[in-house]
T-cell receptor, first 111, second 112 residues
């Protein structure tokens, strides 16, 4: 079955720096790759997603890239702010009503 | 106006008891899910339903029984609770598959 690996598990950056989180997936049939942000004690919320027919997508300070050949996708956050501190999850979905999440990355942004 | 709601928010119970968690969405979605998030924050799918039909049952013990009375509701009943069931349970909904999922606030279950 599908497996999603996410790295790093913890990431600490200085405010204003960039943060990059990387994921790999195993099932080549995966065609939808969402990223969720979960603040402490809150529910996960979608921040950006990408579909397999697109290589890159950007929304203000957040961008996601997808390399289907290598089965890699990455989240890039530029000009990080303290409110970006949270746990970030990547996920992969083949369209079979089963979303597989990565193990999460705890991002700390130091002011 | 809450999109996806769950009750209760907290559940503290003894081993061996039976408990239920309710979930409702008012987004008009046709797909609903249950996830378990353990103490290490790992988010694992348990069940998914599409148009009230069970689609995914992800090797969950049969002590867990989901029920979808209609497309807007997906409840989770747990029999004979065990210590290892302690976790946060999230309900979510989406329009079909491969689309954004909207999560409920979570139910923190503690089994003593």
């Amino acid at each position: 079955g599908e497996n999603v690996e996410q790295h790093p598990s913890t990431l600490s950056v200085q405010e204003g720096d960039s943060a990059v989180i990387k994921c790999t997936y195993s099932d080549s049939a995966s065609n939808y790759f969402p990223w969720y942000k979960q603040e402490l004690g809150k529910r996960p919320q979608l921040i950006i997603d990408i579909r397999s027919n697109v290589g890159e997508k950007k929304d203000q300070r957040i961008a996601v890239t997808l390399n289907k050949t290598a089965k890699h996708f990455s989240l890039h956050i530029t000009e990080t702010q303290p409110e970006d501190s949270a746990v970030y999850f990547c996920a992969a979905d083949t369209g079979g009503f089963k979303t597989i999440f990565g193990a999460g990355t705890r991002l700390f942004v130091k002011a | 106006d809450t999109a996806v709601s769950q009750t209760p928010k907290y559940l503290v119970t003894q081993m061996g008891n039976d408990k239920s968690i309710k979930c409702e969405q008012n987004l008009g979605h046709d797909t609903m899910y249950w996830y378990k998030q353990d103490s290490k924050k790992f988010l694992k799918i348990m069940f998914s339903y599409n148009n009230k039909e069970l689609i995914i049952n992800e090797t969950v013990p049969n002590r867990f029984s989901p029920k979808s009375p209609d497309k807007a509701h997906l409840n989770l009943h747990i029999n004979s609770l065990e210590l290892g069931d302690s976790a946060v349970y999230f309900c979510a909904s989406s329009f079909k598959s491969v689309n954004e999922q909207f999560f409920g606030p979570g139910t923190r279950l503690t089994v003593l």
